[in-house]
Nanobody, 128 residues
């Protein structure tokens, strides 16, 4: 059964860094788009960053551009999210997701719950 397994969340002070990992188990890595969404308590889900699993290209949400970097290791079927210069407003549950897509930008604007696969989430907490 295809699934996504996240790791790497935690608590840091503002200005710190964390790296999230998402391993694809099964054939879900064959989908076109894979990346990260986040949801803070009481707020709508937000697309953070996405990449094409089978090619080049990344897209970032406006609030994380210049601070977060998405990368992948195809041999390990793993997507990473390097988060630098973290801010308290980055505090949220971060979810890895994967699905077919038209473009990464289009994919990040969709509700993450409709993806073919979504991980259980990993908590990121940034204190001021």
């Amino acid at each position: 059964q295809a699934q996504l397994v996240e790791s790497g969340g935690g608590s840091v002070q503002a200005g710190g860094s964390l790296r999230l990992s998402c391993v694809a188990v099964g054939d879900i890595y064959s989908t076109k788009c894979m990346g990260w969404f986040r949801q803070a308590p009481g707020k709508e889900p937000q697309g953070v960053a996405g990449t094409y699993t089978g090619g080049r290209g990344e897209y970032y949400g406006d609030s994380v551009k210049g601070r977060f970097t998405i990368s992948k290791d195809n041999a390990k079927k793993t997507v990473y999210l390097q988060m630098d210069s973290l801010k308290p407003e980055d505090t949220a549950m971060y979810y890895c997701a994967a699905d077919d897509c038209i473009t990464i930008e289009w994919w990040l604007l969709r509700p993450p719950a409709i993806n073919k696969a979504r991980g259980q989430g990993t908590q990121v907490t940034v204190s001021s």
